[in-house]
């Protein structure tokens, strides 16, 4: 097998007293999605901060293509092209489509004005048009604020905005969540679309037919250790939730 | 990935016609309450009304209104606010005053333009430094603005008061009043083209750089600012150290208007030029708003005072006009952003 493009061994994290992460494991290849699953309280959500930098490990390691890592911040993940899909979307409701995916990266005009801080609008529009089409967030007008979208345009914003900015890997906390059945099937064309191109993708969900279907892979997590990994054209929703509730465990998972 | 993205020439299929923008901003329908206001007074007065003195010192009166509430837009707009201009605006025209009374024997009154330029800088800095600590104080010790501010509000006054003992300051040089204070360019006041030019400075700023739109970034949702990596307490600082400054600027200009540094009359500074903003279609909540829909909001308390002064209606109804004017202004955006949330 490749080389892991992400990996986490023996992770903990302590809360006070409370331990999320007892010693959890993950791998993420180049190129593959893969789905992490775990009841609630399991620690997914505990291991995606850590792995994309919002909190700090109380101990463990991290490698980045083999090589030790250390997240400081959300932006020590960024600059390594890890981008993050949080739960409650995180865009400025009074922004454009264009404005929130340039949002933190905004393009300067070019010369003095740029100096100055002015910003190339036009070529943002234009980039995000194109990379909205690309990605199948169907728009009518690139240039109203996200809060006059539908719950399901303003999800397509925020994942198409992570994608664009994703090289190596893109974590997705149920990006799914509050989406109609075509919006959904859109979300999940995108995850194998980015994964086409090469870059490795996260995927949080309690949906066990929606992971099955997009997933290469499935690691499961419980009481905040890695209990099992499947791979998902050889296992089936059953033998998935007995590793989440405990009924079945792999030795070598951990 | 923006790396792969090909720079092909699509057109803006996607932009909304400029047209159908501009009906839909409350800006619009701001400078036409506006514009409804100047006409019904001209049309019963014509003659008082269209004259060059009225006018004049209509937008002489507003111009140091103007310069505070371009700060105010841009802390309201971080969903912020700013008690405490016109307290800083005191302190820095008393400062500044002093300064430059300071540096010619004791009266300035005749001095020359080194010590004018000198007596600038000192309100401009002056006004920083509160800016500076009240952002200081709002971003960093993470205490609301409304407090910070109100403490501020209430110490810049009595440091003003402190400086001189609680009494004006005269002696401001011949030379300012002359040229900036009373002086006119083409039948324009000068103060007012200062006003002007920081006003066109503080739109451009707002609307069309990296600065502008952390600004509303921010007071839309700090969070998502945050997350994608902009520096939320450091933006929150710069914008109070603007407020701060213009402020100080527009102690200044009182200073050479008024050709006295006056300690009372700013006490309700702070709340004219919030419901400037506001009345400009600036929502209280953040996260939108326009410096031209404030020139605006600046403008209709003004033509309110002075129409109902010259048609001869008691301008004791002026506030409450504005009052209305203003708590329809609030609601209107109240249930925009109700109908707009729903979706």
């Not at chain 2, 707009?77 to 005191?90: K, P």
């Not at chain 2, 403490?151 to 002359?178: E, H, M, T, Y």
């Not at chain 2, 069309?208 to 970034?217: E, H, I, P």
Request: with cysteine.
């Amino acid at each position: 097998m490749s080389q892991p493009l992400l990996e986490a061994r023996d992770l903990t994290k302590n809360y006070g007293t409370v331990e999320a992460l007892r010693g959890a494991s993950f791998t993420a290849h180049p190129g593959e999605v893969v789905s992490l699953i775990g009841d609630n309280g399991a620690g997914k959500s505990t291991l995606v901060k850590c792995l994309s930098g919002v909190e700090q490990p109380t101990g463990g390691t991290l490698l980045f293509d083999g090589e030790p890592l250390v997240l400081g911040s959300p932006n020590d993940a960024r600059d390594l092209g890890i981008e993050t899909v949080f739960q409650d979307l995180a865009v400025a409701p009074d922004l454009d489509p264009a404005a929130n995916m340039f949002l933190g990266r905004e393009i300067l005009k070019p010369g003095l004005l740029g100096f100055l801080g002015v910003l190339d609008k036009k070529a943002m529009r234009k980039q995000a048009t194109e990379h909205f089409t690309r990605f199948g967030a169907t728009l009518q007008s690139i240039d109203v604020p996200i809060a006059a979208l539908s719950g399901g345009q303003r999800q397509s914003v925020a994942v198409a905005r992570s994608v664009a900015w994703a090289s190596k890997l893109v974590f997705m906390d149920e990006p799914t969540a509050a989406l109609g059945v075509v919006q959904r099937e859109r979300v999940l064309d995108v995850i194998k679309r980015v994964r086409d191109e090469g870059v490795a993708v996260v995927l949080i969900s309690h949906n066990m037919p929606e992971v099955l279907s997009v997933s290469d892979r499935v690691e499961v997590l419980r009481l905040g250790r890695r209990v099992a990994r499947f791979k998902a054209s050889e296992t089936s929703v059953e033998e998935l939730v007995g590793a989440m509730t405990g009924a079945l465990t792999q030795e070598d998972a951990a | 990935m923006t790396e792969k993205t090909t720079m092909s020439s699509l057109p803006d299929e996607h932009r909304t016609s400029f047209l159908k923008r501009v009906a839909g901003a409350n800006t619009l329908w701001i400078g036409l309450v506006l514009l409804v206001l100047v006409a019904t007074f001209g049309a019963i007065r014509p003659d008082a009304v269209f004259q060059v003195t009225t006018l004049q010192f209509l937008l002489a009166e507003t111009a140091v209104l103007l310069v505070l509430s371009v700060g105010m837009t841009f802390v309201i707009i971080t969903s912020g606010i700013d008690l405490s201009v016109g307290s800083v605006l005191v302190f820095a025209s008393v400062a500044s005053a002093m300064a430059m009374n300071a540096v010619s024997g004791g009266d300035a009154t005749n001095a020359g333009w080194g010590v004018i330029a000198f007596g600038l800088l000192v309100a401009v800095v002056s006004g920083a430094v509160w800016g500076l600590l009240n952002g200081l104080l709002i971003s960093r010790a993470k205490i609301p603005a409304l407090i910070v501010t109100l403490g501020s509000f209430g110490a810049a006054q009595g440091a003003a008061l402190l400086l001189n003992n609680g009494s004006n300051v005269s002696g401001i040089p011949d030379r300012l009043n002359r040229t900036f204070g009373s002086g006119t360019y083409l039948g324009i006041p000068n103060i007012v083209i200062v006003a002007a030019v920081v006003t066109a400075l503080g739109a451009l700023l707002l609307s069309t750089t990296r600065f502008g739109r952390y600004t509303y970034a921010v007071g839309s949702n700090e969070e998502a600012a945050r997350r994608v990596g902009i520096s939320v307490r450091g933006h929150l600082t710069k914008v109070y150290l603007l407020a701060g400054t213009l402020a100080g600027l527009a102690g200044f200009m009182g200073n050479a208007f008024f050709r006295v540094a006056v300690v009372t009359g700013h006490e309700t500074d702070n709340l004219n030029a919030i419901a400037a903003v506001v009345l400009g279609g600036t929502s209280i909540f953040g996260g939108t708003g326009s410096v031209l829909g404030t020139v605006f909001g600046v403008f209709i308390p003004a033509v309110l005072e002075k129409g109902l002064v010259i048609i001869g209606v008691k301008e004791f109804w002026q506030p409450i006009a504005v009052a209305i004017v203003l708590v329809a202004a609030v609601w209107l955006d109240q249930t925009r952003r109700r109908a707009r949330n729903q979706r």
